[in-house]
């Protein structure tokens, strides 16, 4: 049983969460109240509203109803960049990165922006040595150091998502959403990801939103799962409790459900 002074350190608080497209509903009546520093997986079968939920947090979409509330703050239907500055972000499923600049100077960009600071963009390196400083810890800390220099285009698509999430923690962010962060990967960066995520999650600086269809990346890094169907709340417990539900299994038959099996 959580202490009492525990169960209300929520960082983020969904209430009602709806949303509709042309009389279709993708989100429905979906409320979550997320623990501060805790990771929690967003799973379901395609099309269960997975994406469309992280939109609403992120502001990239408004609710039809419902509420979202930042650390007590109501945030509901405020624009993507405002809900970034207060300490939500995102990294997405498709690389979003500046293909032709180096490595160290996408992650400068992303500081920068954070800071609210000029940069001339055809020059090579920041003119802040704060900037470098800053973008060069990222670097060593997510295992990068080594490829700072080279044109990001070039590298592989495993270290592309290490720069996009590095580009992510540079926003100083307490709320990180991560979507579908192993797709594509192979086996080896897989794992590299489940243990920096793991890492991360540790020293108590953030907290994780992970959609996942690997479901053992969700099994190994979620401290609880919400899982998704028909846009509304299947379940909401702990990985022990959601692994051994009838009606999550009921749910992926037909859809995901190897890649259920393999991790039950």
Known sequence: MDHPQMAENFILRAKGLSKSFGGVQAVVNVDLDVRTGETLAIIGPNGAGKTTFYNLLSGRMVPTSGTIAFKGRDITGLPAHRISRLGISRSFQINNIFPEMSVRENVEVAVTAYRRETRRWANRASANPGVRQEAGELLER??????ADQTAGTISYGDKRLVEIAMVL?????????????AGMTPEETGHIIRLVQTLAQTGDYTFLVTEHDMRVVFDL????????????????????VRANPEVRTAYLGHSAEGLEAAL
């Open 142 to 147: 997510l295992a990068l150091a080594h490829l």
């Open 222 to 241: 979620a401290d609880r799962i919400l899982v998704l169907h028909h846009g509304a709340t299947l379940i909401l417990d702990r990985p022990e409790v």
């Open 170 to 182: 540079a926003t100083h962010p307490e709320l990180v959403l991560l979507d579908e962060p192993t």
